[in-house]
């Protein structure tokens, strides 16, 4: 069974960058999608990004397109997700996920999620 741990994450300014980690084991990263979703107590978890098995189909929502990049390294089993210009409506809880064999479509559900982290953009 995969298992994913998240790293990163923490206080920084409005402008600032931080970096969320997402360390899997079990199984090699070759085969799964990776998927990063955002949630903000009391409203619905949102789709931030996501990166496909092949690594050939990457998609960002239109909120941090431009900021925020995703990458996977399948040699490490892990992946990131680097996060630029932050703003406050960036604060969240961040949530990686992985899909095995996944291909990114908006109607695939993730199988394997990680403990969240905490992600705070204030001054």
């Known amino acids: 069974q995969l298992h994913l741990v998240q790293s990163g994450g923490g206080l920084v300014q409005p402008g600032g960058s931080l970096r969320l980690s997402c360390t899997a084991s079990?199984?090699?990263?070759?085969?799964?999608?990776i998927g990063w979703f955002r949630q903000v107590a009391g409203k619905e978890r949102e789709g931030v990004s996501c990166i496909s098995t092949s690594g050939n189909i990457i998609n960002y929502a239109d909120s941090v397109k431009g900021r925020f990049t995703i990458s996977k390294d399948s040699d490490k089993s892990i992946a990131t997700l680097q996060m630029d210009s932050l703003k406050p409506e960036d604060t969240a809880v961040y949530y990686c996920?992985?899909?095995?064999?996944?291909?990114?479509?908006?109607?695939?559900?993730?199988?394997?999620w990680g403990q969240g982290t905490q992600v705070t953009v204030s001054s």
């Open positions: 996920a992985a899909k095995g064999l996944g291909t990114c479509d908006e109607t695939e559900q993730f199988d394997f």
């Open positions: 079990g199984y090699s990263l070759d085969y799964y999608a």
